[in-house]
């Protein structure tokens, strides 16, 4: 039996005071934002509590689904690569970026410069990268593109999306379980138009023709189970709330994922335990489901 943890979009604060110039963009409504809004929803405690329950639960490999800086600062990545290595060595963490780590142009890069052994494949590739750990074959996608004020859209891209269906059709010949890790959730609802996937239909359509044993995401700061059409039955499609959200009437308060991998090739076991922050700081088990 294998272990995979879930966590996503931490959005880790305190932001650096930033210069000036660094604000004549839309890191400035970011920083209103912040200041007005999130400042107050997402905890440095509360991270580290869920990041401890996770640990205690000794998981075989830690997937990250983004989201990890506020405002693309510079000085925010640092602070994000050092949290990153307090979850893990690159072998056993493996991290996709998120829209706010893609937040202006100019910050387009950096995610792959300050987080770059996270987000590779095994043989050293970049995006669309595989891993393989255990009966698992990770799969790491990148959605994370600048977009304008008020946006929060991502987008795979053709080429991403070509490499991807190859990859999926070469993992379908090997005994492995097959984990997507995505930013923006594969489905949008209408609530959530302006934050979209914009080729989610492709991405679905792909994973109907090819397959994958499991979707993970983050972006809506919510624990959703979506089900997704496979070449053989459904497959699900598992977002997780923000890692470091406090209880309030924002977002759901702050939760990881863990699933239990067991079987072989249409015979697996996927059972998912979700864990997440309830009154006095305490993580206990919220839901346990069986998902194959
Ligand atoms: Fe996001």
Redesign the pocket.
């Known amino acids: 039996m294998f272990t995979l943890a879930h966590l996503s ?1 931490p959005h880790i604060g305190p932001i650096p005071p930033p210069r000036l110039a660094e604000l004549i963009n839309k890191r400035g409504l970011g920083l209103i934002n912040w200041y007005r809004k999130r400042h107050r929803h997402h905890r440095a405690d509360v991270l580290e509590a869920i990041v401890q329950d996770m640990h205690a639960h000794a998981p075989g490999h830690i997937a990250v689904t ?2 990890l800086v506020n405002i693309s600062l510079d000085t925010e990545f640092a602070g994000a690569a050092r949290w990153l290595m307090s979850v893990g060595t690159a072998e056993h963490v493996t991290l996709v970026p ?3 780590d893609a937040y202006i142009r100019r910050a387009s890069g950096w995610a792959a410069q300050h987080w770059g052994e996270y987000m590779r494949g095994d043989d050293g590739a970049g995006f669309p990268f595989v891993r393989r750990r255990g009966p698992l074959a990770i799969i790491g996608l990148t959605t994370s593109l600048p977009t304008g004020p008020f946006m ?1 859209t991502g987008h795979l891209g053709g080429e991403q999306l070509a490499r991807l269906a190859e990859i999926l059709i070469t993992l379908s010949r090997e005994a492995l379980f097959r984990v997507v890790l995505i ?1 923006h959730p594969p489905i949008p609802n209408k609530r959530h138009y302006m934050k979209r996937l914009i080729d989610g239909p492709m991405f679905r359509a792909l994973i109907a023709e090819h397959g994958a044993e499991l979707v993970l995401h ?2 809506n700061h919510e624990q959703q189970l979506m089900w997704l059409d496979g070449p053989h039955g459904r497959i699900p499609a598992v977002g997780v709330p923000s890692a470091s959200a406090i209880i309030s009437d924002h977002d759901e308060p702050a939760a990881h994922n863990l699933y239990a991998i067991d079987g072989g090739p249409g015979a697996w076991s996927c059972e998912m335990v979700v864990r997440g922050l309830r009154e006095g700081r305490e993580i206990t088990e919220l839901q346990r489901k069986r998902l194959t």
């Open positions: 979009d983004g989201d998120g829209n706010h929060a930013h983050g972006h």
